[in-house]
Structures are given as structure tokens and as C-alpha cells.
């Protein structure tokens, strides 16, 4: 394992996969520590029984959740291959293993529909005290409002550019993971409306940056601006804790619910695989029962 070819690595997969900076840094983690691993083990010529018995380690030693396990054997798989393909080394230790790791099941956490009304109404009732507060609200709102009406990833919403939303046709184009694009439709007059706000606002500033959203300095919003943005409101709102990405799932088990089919929802998320998408199905169903247990007269006759 070569420093060099870590950073190299992860800078061919920025270029071409379109990670967000929580990725690359995530790769990194993994395969530094796979790193740290053979040199405590004094393992210079990598096999795979020494790519088999780490996994072991993780999870005999370490008590890693599978999860976190299944990520690392991405993050070395993916690395093994590039050097492989990139003539960096002879054989691939990671070409003919498998790991059979149980699949952990976790429904998605999403928001009630009157926390979600709860946090737009916090946005819009934020007082203005000064010019830097009324940018900060018009903006705040369109942010939250974007996440809300489409569903898309936080990563996603700091990729915006000014030309990728048009809205006369009222839609949005989105550059998503492994460099897809998708094209999304608002089918809000307010999100319309809150957008346009942040526009007039935005281009009294007359930066030379083409994201979308900006901080006073004229930079583009980071990731971790905009979950603060989102922390403010939600503890404003007096919702439990939560993230973004519960706006996210939140989107999707609504779009089930209302009888949205599940290729359409697929297609809107971006997501790669109908299996991930069909987990919302199981949420959408359970409210369902919910409801059904609760309040059908049925019960009661």
C-alpha cells in the first residue's frame, strides 16, 4: 500500500465519480486504516487470505457493524481495480472474493407532514433586522423548500448552478452521483415563487460564481453550511433530531403513500437500483396499517 496511490486513487474517483467530499474522505478513512492494518501485521506483499482475514478482524475484533464492513470492501475492491486496471500491480487480490455479509434492516427516518409545514413556516415568520438577514431568510427558504419539494440529496443542492433551473418550464437539472443527470419538475407555485425570491435577492450582489447558492462572501454554499441551515430551523421548529436527509425519505414515502408507482419514485431519487428505493414501500405500507388499526370503522362493528 503506497500513500501515493491512495491520494491518486481518490483523485481518479473525485474526477470521474462525482463524490461529494464526506465520500473521498470516508475512501480515505477506509483505506488508511487498511493501510495501518498491514503494517501492524507486517504484510508487504498483499494476498487475498490477507484482504479475508481483515474482514474477519473487523468483524471478529473490532464488532463493526456490517454496514460500515460492507463499505470497507467497497472502498478496497474499488481500489485494488484501479490499481489493477492502471498496470500499478500485477494481480488483482480482490478479483476472485466474495463476502457473504447479512444485509442489515433499517427503515429510513422521515419527518410527520406538520413538522415539514412546521419548518416553512419557521423560515417565513424569521424577522428581518437587516439587509445580510434578509438575504440569509429569502435564501434559507428557497434552500428548504428545494429539499422539500423534490427529495434531493444536500450534495446535489450545493452542485446547483444558475443555468440548470428554468422557470418558465419549471424544472431542474440535477448532477448526480457517477455524473447521471436528471431532469425534476417543481410542481410548486411557492417553491416557484421562494426561488425567485432568492434570484432577485441573489443577483443584487452581482457575484461571478454560477452556483446557485451563495454565502455572503460570494463562495458556494458548502454541505455542512447547509445542514447547519437546516439544524437552525428544525430546533427552531421544535423538531425532534433529525437531518436533511430526512427531508429526503420523507419526499419519497409521501410520493408511495399518495399512490406514486415506484419506478416513477426510483427515477425522481436517482436512484441506481429499484431495491433501493423499494425500502419506502415497506414505510408507505406500515402508515398504512397505522391508520387502517386506528381508524377504520370496521373495527368497531
Known amino acids: ?65 456490517e454496514t460500515s464492513i460492507r463499505r470497507k470492501i467497497i472502498s478496497l475492491k474499488l481500489y485494488f481495480n484501479f490499481l489493477y486496471e492502471k498496470k500499478l500491480i500485477k494481480s488483482n487480490p480482490f478479483a476472485n472474493l466474495k463476502f457473504k455479509l447479512k444485509k442489515e434492516h433499517r427503515l429510513p427516518k422521515t419527518l410527520q ?48 448552478k444558475l443555468n440548470d433551473i428554468n422557470l418558465e418550464n419549471r424544472t431542474l437539472l440535477i ?10 419538475f417543481f410542481s410548486s407555485d411557492d417553491t416557484i415563487n421562494n426561488i425567485n425570491n432568492w434570484l432577485v435577492i441573489r443577483n443584487k450582489y452581482n457575484v461571478q460564481n454560477t452556483n446557485l447558492f451563495i454565502n455572503r462572501y460570494g463562495s458556494t454554499l458548502s454541505i455542512h453550511s447547509i ?25 419519497a414515502t409521501n410520493l408511495l403513500s399518495n399512490g406514486a408507482d415506484i419506478r416513477s419514485v426510483q427515477e425522481i431519487l436517482g436512484h441506481a437500483s429499484i431495491s433501493t428505493t423499494e425500502i419506502y414501500t415497506e414505510v408507505s405500507i406500515n402508515r398504512k396499517i397505522e391508520v387502517l388499526k386506528r381508524f377504520n370503522y370496521r373495527n368497531n362493528l
Open 1 to 65: 500500500m503506497n500513500c501515493n496511490n491512495i491520494e491518486t486513487f481518490l483523485t481518479e474517483i473525485k474526477n470521474t465519480k462525482n463524490l461529494s467530499q464526506k465520500s473521498l474522505l470516508a475512501y480515505n478513512y477506509d483505506l488508511t486504516n487498511f493501510k495501518q492494518y498491514l503494517i501492524d501485521c507486517r504484510i508487504t506483499k498483499i494476498k487475498s487470505n490477507n484482504i479475508v482475514e481483515y474482514i474477519n478482524y473487523l468483524k471478529d475484533v473490532k464488532h463493526l457493524k
Open 113 to 160: 407532514v406538520n413538522d415539514i409545514r412546521s419548518l416553512l413556516s419557521t423560515v417565513s415568520s424569521e424577522k428581518i433586522t437587516s439587509e445580510f438577514s434578509k438575504f440569509q431568510k429569502i435564501r434559507n427558504l428557497a434552500i428548504l423548500d428545494i429539499l422539500i419539494s423534490t427529495g434531493i440529496r444536500i450534495g446535489e443542492l450545493s452542485l446547483i
Open 175 to 184: 448532477h448526480g452521483k457517477g455524473k447521471k443527470e436528471r431532469l425534476l
Open 227 to 251: 445542514e447547519e441551515i437546516y439544524e437552525k430551523y428544525r430546533k427552531k421548529a421544535n423538531i425532534n433530531n433529525s437531518t436533511p436527509h430526512y427531508l429526503r425519505h420523507t419526499f
